[in-house]
């Protein structure tokens, strides 16, 4: 039962260009969510997060959007350059209980020059 | 200055065998986790630990045992490696309480032959 879903194995998006990764979830006990950044053979890196009392959160060039009725959150970046190809991946929690974060199965970004 | 450090990078071993991989934060973060990140590149939750107590353990086979002997370390012991075991392990920590971001690890790979 894959509760964070990215529906997007892979995104290619031009230099300088918006990119937009999509993340969906099923269980209305999550509450907080967060996106990470992964290089390979590195670990993910924390990237930006939301609580569900607000619908955006800006961190520089990111941004997360949250559509709590949708069950949708998405992560925008403008503008893409070429350090953010990686792979992002979408994570859920509930805020009562143990902090057990379930994620998607991540979307491969490609920033072509 | 590592924050979150595992050894070993990479695990090639026999089935049958015992293995242990070690993780260290040097964050002074009180929950430590472990996750694997299975052929499917999900990553999965197995084991959260406290201030050395277990406070979430998923539907994980007993051949596997964490073991946090203070807050700063959390090892992972698995016995009778099997195949499917092959997989990234990857060690996380996070300050709990109402900080819900979690520092991963490099990961480490482990292979079952």
């Known amino acids: 039962d894959q509760q964070v879903k990215q529906n997007s194995p892979s995104l290619s998006v031009q230099e300088g260009r918006i990119s937009i990764l999509n993340c969906d979830y099923t269980n209305s006990m999550f509450d907080y969510f967060l996106w990470y950044k992964k290089y390979p053979a590195e670990g993910p890196t924390f990237l930006i997060s939301?609580?569900?009392?607000?619908d955006k959160n800006e961190d520089g060039r990111f941004t997360v959007f949250l559509n709590k009725s949708a069950k949708h959150l998405s992560l925008h970046i403008v503008p893409s350059q070429p350090g953010d190809s990686a792979v992002y991946f979408c994570a859920a929690t509930p805020l009562q209980g143990a902090q057990k974060l379930v994620f998607g199965q991540g979307t491969r970004l490609t920033i072509n020059p | 200055d590592t924050a979150v450090s595992q050894t070993p990078k990479y695990l090639v071993t026999q089935m049958g065998n015992d293995k242990s991989i070690k993780c260290e934060q040097n964050?002074?973060?009180?929950?430590m986790y472990w996750y694997k990140q299975d052929s499917k590149k999900f990553l999965k939750i197995m084991f959260s630990y406290n201030n050395k107590e277990l406070i979430i353990n998923e539907t994980v086979p007993n051949r596997f045992s964490p073991k946090s002997p203070d807050k700063a370390h959390l090892n992972l012991h698995i016995n009778s490696l099997e195949l499917g075991d092959s997989a990234v392990y990857f060690c996380?920590?996070?300050?709990?309480?109402?900080?819900?971001?979690?520092?991963f690890g490099p990961g480490t790979r482990l292979t079952v032959t």
């Open positions: 964050l002074g973060h009180d929950t």
């Open positions: 939301i609580s569900s009392i607000k």
């Open positions: 996380a920590s996070s300050q709990g309480g109402g900080d819900y971001e979690q520092y």
